[in-house]
């Protein structure tokens, strides 16, 4: 596979991100941990019904350790924390600590071999960041006046643990996709023990709220994260980390077509500096395709 075709099918993973939003409030008031656990063995079941087209996609699964330990990491807690990050912290907060993963990428892509940070890598991304607070902000301020919290901590434990598992699958890139599947299905089955001792359970009301509990699970986390792994394993990953940052934005125009929010300066502003941002940092790619 190229690396222009893999860099484009993880860009299909952002693209599906950006429902996340509107499925989310589609589905109604299903409490998060019910949320991962169901929408999370949609995706792992979806995923793994490849075995049963190709059984030896099964042999995916056998992996040392360290990379069930990265997949853990990577989707699991990395969720877990999420979720707790927004109870114990303001969510506008968190959600902007959370959303540093798109930099951190592509400064710790600057450790893989053969990948070389060059300035308008960095550029692209902290462009992308500004548009991202912008839109998490509306542009508006965020002051901790609080202080710093715990859900702040678990926020920016979140921006690491994404960024390193989406890095470090660099280093295991002969690992084939399939194991995506069991990653999804670890992460259900802890979601379901956390929901058990700590929620209450609250079924979807409707026919259309189910349907977004379904589409959530398909997409965004499911085919999202195979997408995801390939990219960021065979594309070009620093491309992929700067252009993440077009995630809350097309989530955000989506909110907005949909009705569920409304059109302002700040989104104008965040449209300009995440279009041009994700431009800048895939430059190299863009000219070379035009050569």
Same mark, same amino acid.
């Given at each position: 596979?190229?690396?222009?075709?893999?860099?484009?099918?993880?860009?299909?993973?952002?693209?599906?991100?950006?429902?996340?939003?509107?499925?989310?409030?589609?589905?109604?008031?299903?409490?998060?941990?019910?949320?991962?656990?169901?929408?999370?063995?949609?995706?792992?079941?979806?995923?793994?019904?490849?075995?049963?087209?190709?059984?030896?996609?099964?042999?995916?699964?056998?992996?040392?350790?360290?990379?069930?330990?990265?997949?853990?990491?990577?989707?699991?807690?990395?969720?877990?924390?999420?979720?707790?990050?927004?109870?114990?912290?303001?969510?506008?907060?968190?959600?902007?600590?959370?959303?540093?993963?798109?930099? *951190?990428?592509?400064? %710790?892509? +600057?450790?893989?071999? !053969?990948?070389?940070?060059?300035?308008?890598?960095?550029? =692209? /991304?902290?462009?992308?960041?500004?548009?991202?607070?912008?839109?998490?902000?509306?542009?508006?301020?965020?002051?901790?006046?609080?202080?710093?919290?715990?859900?702040?901590?678990?926020?920016l434990a979140c921006a690491f643990i994404w960024?390193?598992?989406?890095?470090?699958?660099?280093?295991?890139?002969?690992?084939?996709?399939?194991?995506?599947?069991?990653?999804?299905?670890?992460?259900?089955?802890?979601?379901?023990?956390?929901?058990?001792?700590?929620?209450?359970?609250?079924?979807?009301?409707?026919?259309?709220?189910?349907?977004?509990?379904?589409?959530?699970?398909?997409?965004? *986390?499911?085919?999202? %994260?195979? +997408?995801?792994?390939? !990219?960021?394993?065979?594309?070009?990953?620093?491309?992929? =980390? /700067?252009?993440?940052?077009?995630?809350?934005?097309?989530?955000?125009?989506?909110?907005?077509?949909?009705?569920?929010?409304?059109?302002?300066?700040?989104?104008?502003?965040?449209?300009?500096?995440?279009?041009?941002?994700?431009?800048?940092?895939?430059?190299?790619?863009?000219?070379?395709?035009?050569?």
């Amino acid at each position: 596979m190229s690396r222009g075709k893999a860099t484009f099918i993880g860009f299909t993973a952002i693209l599906m991100w950006t429902f996340l939003a509107l499925l989310t409030a589609a589905s109604g008031a299903i409490p998060p941990f019910q949320m991962a656990a169901m929408t999370f063995s949609i995706g792992g079941l979806t995923l793994a019904s490849r075995w049963l087209i190709r059984p030896d996609a099964m042999r995916g699964l056998l992996q040392n350790w360290q990379v069930w330990l990265l997949g853990t990491f990577g989707l699991c807690v990395y969720h877990c924390l999420y979720f707790f990050a927004l109870q114990n912290a303001p969510p506008v907060e968190a959600s902007l600590i959370a959303y540093l993963w798109p930099l *951190l990428i592509v400064l %710790f892509s +600057a450790l893989l071999p !053969g990948e070389n940070l060059r300035l308008h890598h960095i550029i =692209g /991304a902290l462009l992308g960041l500004v548009g991202a607070i912008l839109i998490i902000t509306k542009g508006g301020t965020v002051g901790f006046s609080a202080g710093i919290k715990s859900g702040h901590l678990m926020a920016l434990a979140c921006a690491f643990i994404w960024s390193g598992y989406s890095v470090l699958s660099r280093r295991f890139g002969e690992v084939p996709t399939d194991v995506v599947a069991g990653y999804c299905l670890i992460t259900a089955l802890v979601a379901f023990i956390l929901h058990i001792g700590l929620e209450p359970t609250i079924w979807p009301q409707t026919p259309n709220q189910w349907w977004a509990v379904i589409l959530l699970g398909l997409f965004p *986390l499911g085919l999202g %994260f195979y +997408a995801w792994d390939i !990219g960021v394993k065979k594309g070009d990953i620093m491309v992929l =980390g /700067a252009s993440s940052y077009a995630a809350p934005l097309l989530s955000t125009l989506i909110m907005v077509f949909s009705g569920f929010a409304s059109a302002t300066w700040a989104l104008a502003g965040a449209c300009v500096l995440i279009t041009l941002g994700a431009a800048i940092a895939a430059k190299d790619m863009i000219f070379k395709s035009n050569l």
